[in-house]
């Protein structure tokens, strides 16, 4: 089968490997759609991040070249032994987490905490950007039938979203401030909607992109090469500053300007993945008893988002800007959401079958 494997920083190729055959307790996968995500971008671009090289992951022990894809639909074709939640045919999802089950996180049910934590797509069990993929039935999800391939893809990253707004201790009238309307910082401002938020502010420099902020739902996008953000967010808040921030872009600008938006005792959460680190100065916090929440991935709210998506209160309408076959994504996918016309991108879904296209 084709698959499309991360050998190298910039070095992503198509190549022909072998299909993977089904094991106990496991469901075997055709792949309809998959999704580019932001940890894939930062694998290619300053990667290696999630992915083993060198030495193998710790569960899978696999190294690179690793298939990529785990923000993917498809059809069940195959069962392993044991399997009872699903039958061939059935449409699903997966929660693309790989762990232990045995470490004290994963005992306490935050397994996406575990201390071996690998991703389906990364750590080298498989993927979505491939014509096939297995994984145990325990991370596979049944997709609504009303729901669709394609808004099924879209999935784990408004799961993502929703649980950095539960680690926010986010409230129904609560203000809010989004760093950046990428993928995901998108995604968080429909789930902020979705949770009651009475004010929702975006950063989010000139671009297409203030466009998509507002159709997701912010009250007010800023450009902070036009204004001060925390000045504007005060004035916004009666002087007070937002109950809390969701840094999404992985730059010191979103960082420092999410500190300073908040009110006292506010908190931000860093959903970004970074590159490289930062100098911070703790008396931002030490003097207001602000916050600094880490979020990684998700757990237990693959059900509650998709409920959510499929009745209407999250719409994630609009995301999906391009749509390519799988032999093209380096060049249509990769070289698009890295070239001088990465900004009007949201999410590209790739496909192995070109007669979806």
């Known amino acids: 089968m084709k698959a499309a494997l991360w050998y190298a920083k910039k070095d992503v190729r198509v190549e022909e490997i072998e299909e993977p055959i089904v094991t106990k307790g496991s469901v075997k996968i055709k792949i309809k759609w998959c999704g580019i995500c ?76 575990c201390e071996h934590l690998g991703f389906h797509g990364l750590c080298g069990t498989g993927g979505g950007l491939a014509e096939y993929t297995v994984f145990p039935q325990e991370f596979v999800h049944k997709i609504p039938d009303s729901m669709s391939y394609e808004q099924a893809a879209l999935v784990e990253p408004m799961a993502v979203a929703l649980h950095s707004i539960r680690m926010a201790d986010f409230k129904i009238g609560d203000t809010a401030l989004v760093l950046g309307s990428g993928p995901i910082g998108l995604a968080t401002i429909e789930c902020l909607k979705a949770a009651g938020a009475k004010l929702v502010v975006v950063l989010q420099r000139k671009s297409v992109r203030q466009e998509y902020a507002k159709r997701a739902g912010a009250d007010f996008v800023l450009d902070p090469n036009e204004v001060d953000i925390a000045a504007e967010v005060k004035k916004l808040t009666n002087g007070v500053g937002v109950d809390a921030a969701f840094e999404t872009t992985g730059a010191k600008i979103g960082f420092d300007t999410g500190i300073d938006s908040l009110k006292f005792a506010g908190t931000m959460v860093v959903t970004s993945i970074w590159e490289e680190g930062l100098m911070f100065n703790p008396n931002a916090l030490v003097f207001t008893e602000k916050k600094i929440v880490g979020t990684l991935a998700y757990r237990h709210e693959f059900e509650a988002t998709m409920a959510q998506m499929n009745d209407g209160r999250i719409k994630a309408e609009g995301y999906v800007t391009k749509r390519i076959h799988l032999d093209d994504i380096v060049k249509e996918g990769f070289g698009a959401l890295t070239g001088p016309e990465k900004k009007k991108h949201v999410k590209i879904l790739v496909t192995p079958d070109k007669s979806l296209l």
């Open 38 to 113: 932001g940890s894939d971008l930062h694998e290619y671009l300053g990667g290696p991040i999630f992915i083993p090289v060198g030495t193998p992951h710790a569960l899978s022990k696999a190294t690179a070249p690793v298939v990529l894809g785990h923000e993917f639909s498809g059809d069940v074709v195959e069962v392993g032994g044991g399997v009872s939640k699903f039958k061939v045919g059935d449409r699903v999802i997966v929660e693309p987490i790989v762990a232990c089950g045995k470490c004290p996180a994963c005992l306490e049910g935050k397994y996406n905490l």
